[in-house]
């Protein structure tokens, strides 16, 4: 059996990863998460006996190696991390702890048997784009975000175990994911949330900004191929969508797929950590999914079939 560690595993990709890993009756998981911004309500069918759930903090080493010392796991999906642009904004310090984290797994890992690692970084490292699409390779990593640079220090991190002591890992590069599960403190769920709501649905900037968001079950998808299939040793893959689409434009569409009468409300622009524009190079993500990326419709109706978790537990 495979023991597998998804830490942030009560979060939103966490935990939607964990509901597709605990349907293989081979793979055994072990969820960990300080329950910061993660929740509960979000982890797996009591329906399943392969999975665990332990609230723990990874940034605090006691904590994290007791665990992984137990299990003797030999996969680790390292996920948790502060998220949520306003939030990191308002708290660096608390981003910084994270790079504990890296240091807590990694300093476990190579000494308990961990076959590969596989990291959640961002696409904000790569900061304001200087080429399109953005390349995993070619595009530098220039963000001056505390939650980029972490990020970034996260990847490094991986690189120096790896040359050091052959610890093996894999780093995704997660651009705009989306869907029910998602907190509604995210662009498309806080859209949504606030139109069936008939709120107002506010912008910052004057909304020209561009961004391409993937829906959670590509973003599964992929990762999914990438694990069994052994894809991308000690390699960095882009995982998104590469639709592009103007915030204004993403708001028009929420509004006409609810019928909503919310007002679109321009608030100034953030001074920091708004990009322009993003769009990733996916050559390496499209060839591991079955069929087509979801588009972004399909996918917002998806998400007002099934309802936000917020909506079906309010």
């Given at each position: 059996?495979?023991?597998?560690?998804?830490t942030?595993?009560?979060?939103?990709?966490?935990?939607?990863?964990?509901?597709?890993?605990?349907?293989?009756?081979?793979?055994?998981?072990?969820?960990?998460?300080?329950?910061?911004?993660?929740?509960?309500?979000?982890?797996?069918?009591?329906?399943?006996?392969?999975?665990?759930f332990i609230?723990?903090?990874?940034?605090?080493r006691?904590e994290?190696?007791?665990?992984?010392?137990?299990?003797?796991?030999?996969?680790?999906?390292?996920?948790?991390?502060?998220?949520g642009?306003?939030?990191?904004?308002?708290?660096?310090?608390?981003?910084?702890?994270?790079?504990?984290?890296f240091?807590?797994?990694?300093?476990?890992?190579?000494?308990?048997?961990?076959?590969?690692?596989?990291?959640?970084?961002?696409?904000?490292?790569?900061?304001?784009?200087?080429?399109?699409?953005?390349?995993?390779?070619?595009?530098?990593?220039?963000?001056?975000?505390?939650?980029?640079?972490?990020?970034?220090?996260?990847?490094?991190?991986?690189?120096?175990?790896?040359?050091?002591?052959?610890?093996?890992?894999?780093?995704?590069r997660?651009?705009?994911?989306?869907?029910?599960?998602?907190?509604?403190n995210?662009?498309i769920?806080?859209?949504i949330?606030?139109?069936?709501?008939?709120?107002?649905?506010?912008?910052?900037?004057d909304?020209?900004?561009?961004?391409?968001?993937?829906?959670?079950?590509?973003?599964?998808?992929?990762t999914?191929?990438?694990?069994?299939?052994?894809?991308?040793a000690?390699?960095?893959?882009?995982?998104?969508?590469?639709?592009?689409?103007?915030?204004?434009?993403?708001?028009?569409?929420?509004?006409?797929?609810?019928?909503?009468k919310?007002?679109?409300?321009?608030?100034?622009?953030?001074?920091?950590?708004d990009?322009?524009?993003?769009?990733?190079?996916?050559?390496k993500?499209?060839?591991?999914?079955?069929?087509?990326?979801?588009?972004?419709?399909?996918?917002?109706?998806?998400?007002?079939e099934?309802?936000?978790l917020?909506?079906?537990?309010?």
């Open positions: 059996m495979r023991k597998i560690l998804i942030g595993g009560a979060g939103f990709i966490g935990s939607s990863l964990a509901d597709e890993l605990i349907k293989d009756p081979e793979n055994y998981v072990v969820i960990t998460d300080n329950l910061l911004t993660g929740d509960k309500r979000k982890l797996p069918s009591s329906d399943f006996t392969n999975w665990k609230e723990a903090d990874v940034n605090r006691d994290i190696t007791s665990i992984m010392t137990s299990f003797q796991f030999d996969y680790i999906f390292h996920y948790a991390a502060m998220v642009v306003q939030r990191t904004l308002e708290d660096p310090i608390g981003v910084l702890r994270d790079i504990d984290g240091r807590n797994i990694l300093e476990t890992a190579k000494n308990t048997a961990v076959k590969r690692i596989y990291f959640s970084s961002s696409s904000e490292v790569y900061g304001e784009p200087v080429e399109f699409p953005q390349n995993e390779k070619t595009t530098p990593l220039n963000s001056r975000l505390p939650y980029a640079i972490v990020k970034n220090v996260g990847e490094a991190f991986l690189r120096s175990y790896y040359q050091k002591y052959g610890l093996e890992y894999t780093i995704l997660f651009f705009n994911t989306y869907g029910p599960k998602q907190s509604k995210f662009v769920s806080k859209f949330y606030a139109a069936m709501k008939n709120q107002d649905i506010t912008i910052y900037g909304g020209s900004q561009t961004r391409t968001f993937c829906y959670i079950d590509d973003n599964i998808n992929a999914l191929a990438i694990f069994k299939n052994r894809l991308f000690n390699d960095v893959i882009n995982i998104g969508n590469d639709s592009e689409i103007s915030i204004i434009d993403l708001a028009k569409i929420i509004l006409r797929l609810t019928n909503s919310s007002k679109i409300v321009f608030l100034p622009p953030l001074s920091e950590g990009m322009n524009r993003r769009l990733p190079d996916i050559n993500m499209e060839p591991l999914l079955k069929n087509h990326l979801i588009p972004l419709e399909e996918g917002i109706k998806k998400i007002l099934i309802g936000l917020e909506n079906r537990l309010s």
